[in-house]
């Protein structure tokens, strides 16, 4: 009955109908969009945030905030450098920062971290409770690195009593990051270790219709506790 209704209209008002369903579909997408960019949720930023900075996770963070997605891998990228810089003046190794790095990478995607619904304050601005349980990797593996570095230079002082060569300072130094690393690598792929769970507060604002800021000590703060200081095999002998 529809197609026979449809067939007896004239050819113009076929071509009205058509239109105007145009028209609506077009509509209807340039408002869906419009309803997209200016809906924000404090909370869903903060988690694109969190799960781009530390998990390299960027589709949602793409998605609100519309940069490309090359530039929100660069997050990532970047707080891996700003963490690798930190052994600039050290003692390690050339050959092992790749693998050190590599390693805090994998850490770094598996902090632990939930997002709480977003509160609107008074002044328009947003807090958002996050829970985290601290990373505790460093400090609890810390003492079996020392055991371990301990049995390396009571291997060296055999040898050497024995008469074998002394190893440079260098040869000793690469050895202890090379333990320090496997350590490590060995508690990561053994399953992490955590601490008891906490709540830290972001203070949000928006900016435009695209643009938000978390506060940045919040965040610092949160950075600092999502994985407790390390130890570094520094200055071991």
Do not use: C
Not at 1 to 29: F, N, P
Not at 55 to 75: C, H, L, R, W
Not at 115 to 125: A, F, L, Q, T
Not at 144 to 159: G, K, N, P
């Amino acid at each position: 009955m529809a197609e026979k209704t449809l067939r007896k209209l004239s050819k113009k008002k076929r071509i009205i109908i058509t239109v105007t369903i145009a028209v609506i579909l077009v509509l209807g997408a340039a408002v869906g969009g419009w309803l997209y960019v200016n809906r924000f949720d404090a909370g869903e930023y903060v988690q694109a945030v969190l799960d781009t900075s530390y998990k390299n996770e960027t589709d949602q963070y793409v998605e609100i905030t519309g940069i490309p997605k090359e530039d929100a891998e660069k997050i990532f990228e970047n707080n891996l450098n700003a963490t690798m810089a930190g052994f600039e003046d050290s003692e390690m190794p050339e050959e092992l920062r790749p693998q050190y790095r590599e390693l805090f990478g994998e850490i770094a995607g598996k902090v632990s971290y939930t997002v709480d619904e977003p509160k609107r304050e008074k002044d328009g601005s947003y807090t958002v409770t996050v829970m985290i349980k601290p990373i505790t990797l460093f400090p609890d593996t810390y003492e079996l690195f020392q055991t371990r570095a301990q049995e390396y230079a009571s291997q060296v002082t055999d040898s050497v009593m024995n008469g074998a060569e002394m190893p440079s300072d260098e040869e000793m130094q690469s050895q202890i990051y090379q333990i320090y690393y496997d350590v490590l690598k060995e508690r990561v792929d053994s399953g992490m270790l955590y601490g008891g769970a906490r709540e830290l507060t972001l203070h949000v604002t928006k900016e435009g219709s695209r643009e938000f800021t978390i506060n940045q000590e919040d965040m610092d703060a949160l950075d600092s506790a999502l994985i407790e200081d390390a130890e570094t095999p520094e200055g071991e002998d």
